[in-house]
Antibody, heavy 125, light 110 residues
Framework: QVQLQESGPGLVKPSETLSLTCTVS??????????WSWIRQPPGKGLEWIGY??????????NYNPSLKSRVTISVDTSKNQFSLKLSSVTAADTAVFYC??????????????WGRGTLVTVSS | QTVVTQEPSFSVSPGGTVTLTCGLSSGSVSTSYYPSWYQQTPGQAPRTLIYSTNTRSSGVPDRFSGSILGNKAALTITGAQADDESDYYCVLYMGSGISVFGGGTKVTVL
C-alpha cells in the first residue's frame, strides 16, 4: 500500500526558504499515472493547493497556484523516491500544516486520492 | 480570480439529511470541473469521499453521495452519524492543471 510522509524543519525564519520533502513508499514517484502535489492549511483555516509535479520518462513538468507561483518550486528525486517543495521569502502568513498528496488524472477524473499526515511549519524569528 | 464557495457551517440531527454545496463566484459548476469532496476531522489529514462528481472513494459509506444541483456541486449525507461531524472541502478542477479548494463547511451533528 502506497504511503506518503512529509519531512522537514518545523521552524523557518522570515524571509528564508521553506523546504519540505515527501517520501513515497510502496509505490514509485516515477509513475506517469499520478501528479505529486503539495497542499497547505494555515492554522484554523482551509486548504490551499500549492502545486504539483508530474514525472514521466526522464523529465518532470510542474504547475503551481498562480498566487504562489513566483515563490514555489516543486522537484522530484527519483533515486530517493521523493518529491520536494521549496517556498521562498516566507512570512508569518506562510505558517501552515503542509500536506503532500497524490492526484489522479484520467478521462473525466481529477482528484487527490492519497494524503500524507501533514507537517506543521511555523515561520518565526 | 476564481473563488469556490461553500457554506461556512451546517447543523444536522443524528439520522437526518444534509446537503452541502460547492459553487463558483462566477459561473456554474458542471461535471467538467470534476468536483471532488474531502472530509477532515481536527488534527487529521483530509480523507477522500467523492470524486468525479458522484463516485465514492473506496471504503466510503453509501450515506455519502455527490451530485450536481442546479449550478453547484453537492454532497449529501443521508442518515447522519455522530462521526460525520467534520469539516468538508470541495475541490474543482479549473483546467490546465489548476485545482481550487472551497473554503470548507463545518458540519455539526446534534
Amino acid at each position: 500500500q502506497v504511503q506518503l510522509q512529509e519531512s522537514g524543519p518545523g521552524l523557518v525564519k522570515p524571509s528564508e526558504t521553506l523546504s519540505l520533502t515527501c517520501t513515497v513508499s510502496g509505490g514509485s514517484v516515477s509513475s506517469d499515472t499520478y501528479y505529486w502535489s503539495w497542499i497547505r492549511q494555515p492554522p484554523g483555516k482551509g486548504l490551499e493547493w500549492i502545486g504539483y509535479i508530474y514525472y514521466s520518462g526522464s523529465s518532470g513538468s510542474t504547475n503551481y497556484n498562480p498566487s504562489l507561483k513566483s515563490r514555489v518550486t516543486i522537484s522530484v528525486d527519483t533515486s530517493k523516491n521523493q518529491f520536494s517543495l521549496k517556498l521562498s521569502s516566507v512570512t508569518a502568513a506562510d505558517t501552515a500544516v503542509f500536506y503532500c498528496a497524490r492526484a489522479v488524472s484520467g478521462r473525466r477524473v481529477w482528484y487527490f486520492d492519497l494524503w500524507g499526515r501533514g507537517t506543521l511549519v511555523t515561520v518565526s524569528s | 480570480q476564481t473563488v469556490v464557495t461553500q457554506e461556512p457551517s451546517f447543523s444536522v440531527s443524528p439520522g437526518g439529511t444534509v446537503t452541502l454545496t460547492c459553487g463558483l463566484s462566477s459561473g456554474s459548476v458542471s461535471t467538467s470541473y470534476y468536483p471532488s469532496w474531502y472530509q477532515q476531522t481536527p488534527g487529521q489529514a483530509p480523507r477522500t469521499l467523492i470524486y468525479s462528481t458522484n463516485t465514492r472513494s473506496s471504503g466510503v459509506p453509501d450515506r455519502f453521495s455527490g451530485s450536481i444541483l442546479g449550478n453547484k456541486a453537492a454532497l449529501t449525507i443521508t442518515g447522519a452519524q455522530a462521526d460525520d461531524e467534520s469539516d468538508y472541502y470541495c475541490v474543482l478542477y479549473m483546467g490546465s492543471g489548476i485545482s481550487v479548494f472551497g473554503g470548507g463547511t463545518k458540519v455539526t451533528v446534534l
